[in-house]
């Protein structure tokens, strides 16, 4: 079994930082690309950013320059540094990795952590 999960979520003022972690465990072969999706109130779920097992990475437009998206191949994981965060940027982020198991590969989803910013 592959499971996902996020962490480091939290309140923050606009302009303030965060720093999103992604871990992926369980009988893993290898994992294709991770990638970052928010979902805020009312909205559809988008892609915020994504990074390839060669580190090829592309971000959603709103956060470009501000947002940067890295992983560690050897401990599985993804990093999501936000920085400048604007109000807009609240919602619930969530870390997608596409991993090759013994069964193929397939999709897993992380449960998702809360992002606030307001003053």
């Known amino acids: 079994q592959v499971q996902v999960a996020e962490s480091g979520g939290g309140l923050v003022q606009p302009g303030g930082s965060l720093r999103l972690s992604c871990a992926a465990s369980g009988s893993i072969v290898a994992i294709h690309t991770m990638s970052w999706y928010r979902q805020a109130p009312g909205k559809q779920r988008e892609l915020v950013a994504i990074i390839t097992s060669g580190g090829t990475s592309n971000y959603l437009g709103s956060v470009k320059g501000r947002f940067t998206i890295s992983r560690d191949n050897a401990k599985n994981t993804s990093i999501l540094q936000m920085n400048s965060l604007k109000p807009e940027d609240t919602a619930v982020y969530y870390c997608?990795?596409?991993?090759?198991?013994?069964?193929?590969?397939?999709?897993?989803w992380g449960q998702g952590t809360q992002v606030t910013v307001s003053s």
């Open positions: 997608n990795a596409n991993i090759y198991t013994t069964g193929g590969l397939s999709t897993y």
